[in-house]
């Protein structure tokens, strides 16, 4: 097994480096520190499966379903006024829109910005060419390294966050990457906002579940940036999901207009089962999405022109016999594909994909189902991936080994990324003219030369002899993922955090706690 | 679990159906025999990595290498005489070929043809935008339905040709599905194509390990199809691996000989491990792999012009701390990627991928490289795929329960090449404008008419809730794939062969053992 590119980083030894010497280390046999870099930035293409013809066709069809049938924004009086002001056509809690008005509301959002962390070093673009990676999201239940799957804690929590600051492919630290369940849920935001800012040094999302908590989460951020920096710049991504068919409701609407309100992120995400929540196909998926978007996202601008905003996509499809969501599976892959082609011709960051799966356990099952999940995340060069380490059972559990197994997955997308060197080192005529017919380059002067960055090298692949693979005592993968899980916990140390910020947080967090019932909410 | 699109074909099911009466009823719910296609017809595009300009300079790469390093042609007096012939520059063993002439040569080779199966239904097309896959291929050991590891033999053989036969998603019988190592060297041929053509009526190929046994495959082949059919039309794809780097061998060079005299096809294919047979770089790799095929390639229309040949590419890399090979790691996906748009170029057929690799059991390490392989392998557009099923720990065991799961996956990957459709169906405008905001589309006509196509079905992957997985047992997918692997070998039924063919087979194998020493070759 090699194990560089997946070398975790530790607080101390991050401290103090620059990012240049971070990424020289990471790219050194044995090496060090932390990611080769803070995100990826995408050389390859991207893959299309609608041609312009298509497209145009879909995007005729989202706008009839807009102006035709219209989108509930349900309990949110004063969303229905900023529609009508806007010239919308609303009847009850329904908004028609007339064509062009969405797309024309649009024109304020940017195409690409930045998500600042509170190490500047781990700030991530969001947009382009960039794609950035998140753990999983919102699981109550973990599958732990006991293999037991129980409620999660906000240990567990807290684990998570440490792994996805470790993770040199991970570039992160999420949101709720699991629900804290022995916190109350009315306080369960200000622990996980606080780890977040606590344990890891990389950019988070804030809480969604109610605008107060939105508040709050805004609030934390501006003890750690500062008020004015905040206010002028993203330091959360916000997930804000739609509730399809073509509804969004108080909840939603209430997170997205407290951080449209203070500038920071919504990621507009229609939650999608096709056959459930879209139609069975995959273009009426697309146009059902693509409609949703274009109301979730321009509404953001109604509340602050400029807001950064992305167009979101989950995409699963049910079983057409149980009702069961399934993953990995062609139809969803060719609607995330479709989404983000459309995303582009708006102009807007997309998000979809990551290391999706229905399996209970981390098998191949498991892993089929993330792989044809996450290859065509990367393809369709989404921006902003969240479950991209973790996901088990349909989101249900987060799973500590998968987690460690999907790392080293994503750690392979970010070499896929670079593409093909053409440089005269990458052309290596050199090297065939030295090594010649019948022999091999494995000794050959530009192989030594190479062989330290040349492969993608995985902590976890057991590439042995089956012999040796006995000897070692025939591990399956998560064994090995279990394994090395405990050893990054056991290595962690925290990135350096002001104290004074961190007074300021705690007590943040004790004052809003001391004002709230003790009762789950 | 949903079983419609991997409903096994069985002989008895098949015998005397249309491929159109089969082809719906695969498509129809509970569906039965066969696959929907014989092999896969390809709506959506291709994806690249290199443009124009790395294309030129790869191509521009080979051809010096070509002419200024040359390809040996070792130990075959006659292929040294054929290129002198021809123009090349011979020095000893090493053929130096000027500029041009291996791509004149090829004009004769056609881009695309149909390869011949006893039972029409079963034809396939090699070239264009179809896809075929066949099982894996070369194995000595199976790792068998009891989990043990152990030497293969006959009766494994079998049993993979009969699942192959059986899997909708499998279009080829394949070759050397595992070695029958109970079975002597010099004989195992004969039992290998006799039994291709007694327990499946899909195309299979030739064996390659001497010119005797090519020509042996070739009678058989000649007692199944008729003298005439087979001089005149491929009835068989054979491998010829070069020995990269740069080397054609006698063993290799007399097979693909025989077969091209007959007019059979030859996939040339350099077995790469980058790293030790090829540059460590991507571009490297591709400049001497593209050498290598052309020289290759165009030997057979030296024998043959307008014998059918293949641009054949096996990619893997070697872990530069080990040595082992390893697998679905990206640098040999931007290989294959690039080596598909080369072959391209060149107008001939592609093969390359499967669901290559080194794990030593059906884990989600197996299945990560595996789906990283095969995802690439539709999308780079590959004609030709062999070890598309069932390939474990590098290739040196056939696993019957990855089988299982492999060839679930390749009906994935059939399903997903089907594209977008953009039908007024597809679009499904009515079903949106029924359903509506907040309401569900289970119900719905839309749905009603569509969802027993809508969706892929898996038989192996488990959707159920974790209560409803711990209720059956809490098994893995290997594990129902045991179980499943066992069904259809059970219900397995021989397609129907006229009993004159089998007898004449059988007396040919019969008197050609007789004519041969017991002892291993």
């Given at each position: 097994?090699?194990?560089?590119?997946?070398?975790?980083?530790?607080?101390?030894?991050q401290?103090?480096?620059?990012?240049?010497?971070?990424?020289?280390?990471?790219?050194?046999?044995?090496?060090?520190?932390?990611?080769a870099?803070?995100?990826?930035?995408?050389?390859?293409?991207?893959?299309?499966?609608?041609?312009?013809?298509?497209?145009?066709?879909?995007?005729?069809?989202?706008?009839?379903?807009l102006?035709?049938?219209?989108?509930?924004?349900?309990?949110?009086?004063?969303?229905?006024?900023?529609?009508?002001?806007?010239?919308?056509?609303?009847?009850g809690?329904?908004?028609?829109?007339?064509?062009?008005?969405?797309?024309e509301?649009?024109?304020?959002?940017?195409?690409?910005?930045?998500?600042?962390?509170?190490?500047?070093?781990?700030?991530?673009?969001?947009?382009?060419?960039?794609?950035?990676?998140?753990?999983?999201?919102?699981?109550?239940?973990?599958?732990?390294?006991?293999?037991?799957?129980?409620?999660?804690?906000?240990?567990?929590?807290?684990?998570?966050?440490?792994?996805?600051?470790?993770?040199?492919?991970?570039?992160?630290?999420?949101?709720?990457?699991?629900?804290?369940?022995?916190?109350?849920?009315?306080?369960?935001?200000?622990?996980?906002?606080?780890?977040?800012?606590?344990?890891?040094?990389?950019?988070?999302?804030?809480?969604?579940?109610?605008?107060?908590?939105?508040?709050?989460?805004?609030?934390?951020?501006?003890?750690?940036?500062?008020?004015?920096?905040?206010?002028?710049?993203?330091?959360?991504?916000?997930?804000?999901?739609?509730?399809?068919?073509?509804?969004?409701d108080?909840?939603?609407?209430?997170?997205?207009?407290?951080?449209?309100?203070?500038?920071?992120?919504?990621?507009?995400?229609?939650?999608?089962?096709?056959?459930?929540?879209?139609?069975?196909?995959?273009?009426?998926?697309?146009?059902?999405?693509?409609?949703?978007?274009?109301?979730?996202?321009s509404?953001?601008?109604?509340?602050?022109?400029?807001?950064?905003?992305?167009?979101?996509?989950?995409a699963?499809?049910?079983?057409?016999?149980?009702g069961?969501?399934?993953?990995?599976?062609?139809?969803?892959a060719?609607?995330?594909?479709?989404?983000?082609?459309?995303?582009?011709?708006m102009?807007?960051?997309?998000?979809?994909?990551?290391?999706?799966?229905?399996?209970?356990?981390?098998?191949?099952?498991?892993?089929?189902?993330?792989?044809?999940?996450?290859?065509?995340?990367?393809?369709?060069?989404?921006?902003?991936?969240?479950?991209?380490?973790?996901?088990?059972?349909?989101?249900?559990?987060?799973?500590?080994?998968?987690?460690?197994?999907?790392?080293?997955?994503?750690?392979?997308?970010?070499?896929?990324?670079?593409?093909?060197?053409?440089?005269?080192?990458?052309?290596?005529?050199?090297?065939?003219?030295?090594?010649?017919?019948?022999?091999?380059?494995?000794?050959?002067?530009?192989?030594?030369?190479?062989?330290?960055?040349?492969?993608?090298?995985?902590?976890?692949?057991?590439?042995?002899?089956?012999?040796?693979?006995?000897?070692?005592?025939r591990?399956?993968?998560?064994?090995?993922?279990?394994?090395?899980?405990?050893?990054?916990?056991?290595?962690?140390?925290?990135?350096?955090?002001?104290?004074?910020?961190?007074?300021?947080?705690?007590?943040?967090?004790?004052?809003?706690?001391?004002?709230?019932?003790?009762?789950?909410?």
């Open positions: 097994m090699d194990d560089i590119s997946a070398e975790p980083s530790t607080g101390r030894r401290r103090g480096e620059g990012r240049g010497a971070a990424a020289r280390r990471a790219s050194r046999s044995g090496g060090g520190a932390g990611p870099m803070p995100y990826i930035t995408r050389k390859i293409r991207t893959y299309e499966v609608l041609d312009e013809e298509g497209l145009e066709l879909i995007e005729r069809n989202a706008d009839t379903v102006e035709e049938i219209g989108i509930e924004f349900r309990d949110d009086a004063e969303a229905l006024e900023l529609w009508r002001e806007a010239g919308a056509d609303v009847k809690e329904r908004v028609h829109f007339p064509k062009g008005l969405c797309r509301l649009l024109k304020t959002a940017p195409s690409e910005f930045t998500w600042h962390a509170r190490n500047p070093e781990r700030n991530v673009r969001i947009g382009g060419n960039a794609t950035v990676f998140a753990p999983v999201y919102g699981s109550p239940f973990v599958r732990d390294l006991e293999g037991v799957r129980r409620y999660a804690t906000l240990e567990d929590f807290r684990n998570f966050v440490k792994l996805a600051y470790m993770a040199p492919s991970i570039h992160s630290s999420g949101g709720t990457v699991c629900e804290p369940v022995d916190i109350p849920v009315n306080k369960r935001h200000l622990d996980m906002v606080y780890s977040h800012i606590k344990y890891s040094d990389k950019p988070f999302m804030g809480s969604v579940t109610a605008p107060e908590r939105a508040e709050d989460s805004v609030a934390m951020a501006k003890l750690v940036f500062g008020d004015e920096f905040v206010e002028n710049n993203c330091v959360m991504l916000n997930l804000i999901n739609a509730n399809s068919p073509m509804v969004f108080e909840t939603m609407l209430g997170a997205a207009k407290v951080y449209a309100r203070h500038n920071q992120a919504s990621v507009i995400s229609p939650f999608i089962l096709s056959g459930a929540m879209s139609p069975v196909t995959v273009a009426g998926t697309l146009t059902q999405i693509l409609a949703e978007v274009l109301a979730g996202a509404f953001t601008q109604l509340i602050r022109p400029g807001a950064p905003v992305l167009f979101g996509t989950f699963a499809s049910i079983s057409m016999q149980s069961a969501p399934t993953f990995g599976t062609p139809e969803p060719l609607v995330s594909y479709g989404a983000a082609q459309l995303a582009r011709r102009g807007l960051p997309f998000r979809t994909g990551g290391s999706l799966c229905a399996s209970k356990v981390p098998d191949a099952q498991a892993a089929h189902e993330s792989a044809n999940t996450l290859n065509m995340t990367l393809l369709a060069g989404a921006n902003f991936v969240l479950h991209a380490a973790g996901w088990l059972e349909g989101g249900l559990a987060a799973c500590y080994e998968k987690f460690m197994i999907d790392q080293d997955q994503l750690g392979m997308m970010q070499k896929m990324a670079e593409g093909v060197d053409l440089s005269e080192s990458g052309q290596a005529m050199d090297a065939i003219r030295e090594v010649g017919p019948g022999a091999h380059y494995l000794g050959c002067a530009h192989t030594q030369a190479n062989f330290q960055t040349a492969f993608y090298r995985s902590a976890l692949a057991d590439n042995n002899s089956f012999e040796q693979w006995e000897i070692e005592g591990k399956r993968i998560e064994d090995r993922a279990n394994a090395l899980c405990r050893s990054w916990l056991d290595a962690y140390e925290a990135p350096a955090l002001d104290p004074a910020i961190d007074e300021a947080l705690l007590a943040y967090v004790a004052d809003r706690k001391n004002s709230m019932p003790d009762a789950f909410s």
